[in-house]
């Protein structure tokens, strides 16, 4: 095994990467502070079972698992939110709550192109239930990806309660109706058109599924979508959809949504309006995020709870495909000091740090401060010499 590799999916971030990262955070920490969020970190480890004995379990192969002293088995977190739910339902004092966080979660079947850890920043409105806190929690990622810089973005908008609707006495078990929801995520047509036949999907019922991928676009989807079916559930799910999307263009933010009804994330995890942030610069999601309304029961409390998750490695990437990194332009002053005059160069880097200057001190041989203060791109060079003018 090299010394100087990495398992698949997982990278170093340097120095400018991390400088930008850090800006990414601080502008998100500041949106989501403004905004009434509390920040909470969960721990890197937890116990098995607190994902998988949940009807939202995360599958056991995705997940890193090691032991413990006592034999218990554990892993390294690999989801936030249910995380977030069990805090809630169990820590908590009240049940109306807004938390965000900044997290790494872990993903172990991930090698490859996909990232096997995770950086996240999320927030979750807790202990509400409305049309009006879906439509402010999908502002809110809005708000929070123009405050990075991005432009070329949309937030597509679906509804699982939708689905569920079309698919009511339709006669078909759980695993069957989570084989067609996974193929119509994929835009796989085929794989859903062969299942629905297989499965013996009367014609109505394959023309309605097989219509979701093409419901996509602007407030008249849902007109269209209603005209598929009769089922109260689903139409209660298109006028949560059409509220929603007329508080987002009231706000002003009708050029940032989309509605896609085609969007079905998973069905024991989300329980309403489901979104998703598509960055044109990046390809793919860059945020992800939905109603799951009885999470936090599998912890003993039941609180109606929303929100979403952006990836931050992802958003890095869309920044620097469109030319929108930060680059550093704080004056950083380089101190350098001869042998004795150490305590002189010290005390000098302190006194300009204490004024709020980016001070650093050079241990080297004073001969190479120039020539390192050019490779740092550093203007101001300050060098303490025995009995000479100090520059």
């Known amino acids: 095994m090299s010394l100087f590799k990495l398992p698949s999916g997982v990278w170093d971030v340097l120095p400018d990467e991390c400088y930008n990262l850090n800006i990414i955070k601080d502008k998100l920490k500041t949106k989501f502070i403004k ?59 009240t049940t109306e709550n807004k938390l965000c966080y900044f997290s790494n979660i872990y993903e172990a079947n991930a090698a490859g192109v996909n990232s096997r850890e995770i950086a996240q920043a999320g927030v979750e409105f807790l202990g509400t239930k409305s049309d009006f806190s879906d439509a402010e929690i999908i502002a809110l990622a809005i708000e929070s990806l123009l405050a990075l810089g991005l432009k070329d973005f949309i937030i597509d908008i679906g509804q699982i309660e939708f689905f569920k609707g079309l698919l009511s006495g339709s006669g078909l078990n759980e695993e069957q109706i989570e084989k067609i929801r996974a193929f119509i995520n994929k835009k796989d047509l085929i794989n859903v058109e062969i299942l629905l036949k297989e499965y013996g999907a009367n014609s109505k019922l394959l023309e309605s599924i097989m219509a979701l991928p093409t419901l996509f676009g602007g407030e008249e989807v849902l007109k269209k979508a209603a005209a598929f079916t009769e089922n109260k559930k689903a139409l209660s799910a298109l006028e949560n959809i059409k509220n929603v999307y007329k508080l987002l263009a009231e706000f002003g933010y009708e050029k940032y949504i989309a509605i896609d009804l085609g969007t079905i994330k998973s069905l024991s995890y989300y329980t309403g309006i489901v979104f998703t942030g598509l960055s044109g610069s990046f390809g793919a999601s860059i945020l992800t995020g939905g109603r799951y309304d009885n999470l936090t029961a599998e912890f003993g409390k039941n609180i109606p709870s929303v929100g979403f998750a952006i990836g931050l490695k992802r958003v890095l990437i869309a920044l620097e495909r469109e030319n929108k990194l930060t680059k550093k332009t704080e004056e950083i002053i380089l101190v350098a000091a001869e042998k004795g005059m150490e305590k002189d160069a010290y005390l000098y880097a302190e006194k300009m740090r204490k004024s709020g200057k980016i001070t650093e001190l050079f241990t080297g041989d004073i001969k190479n401060a120039e020539s390192y203060a050019k490779q740092k791109d550093i203007s101001v060079v300050k060098l303490f010499k025995k009995g000479g003018e100090n520059d």
């Open 35 to 93: 905004c009434g969020c509390d920040f909470i970190e969960t721990p890197g480890i937890e116990y098995y079972d607190n994902f998988t004995l949940v009807k939202s379990a995360i599958p056991q192969e995705k997940m890193f698992k090691l032991t413990d002293s006592d034999g218990r088995l554990l892993v390294l977190r690999p989801d936030i939110t249910l995380s977030v739910a069990r805090i809630a339902a169990t820590k908590l004092k």
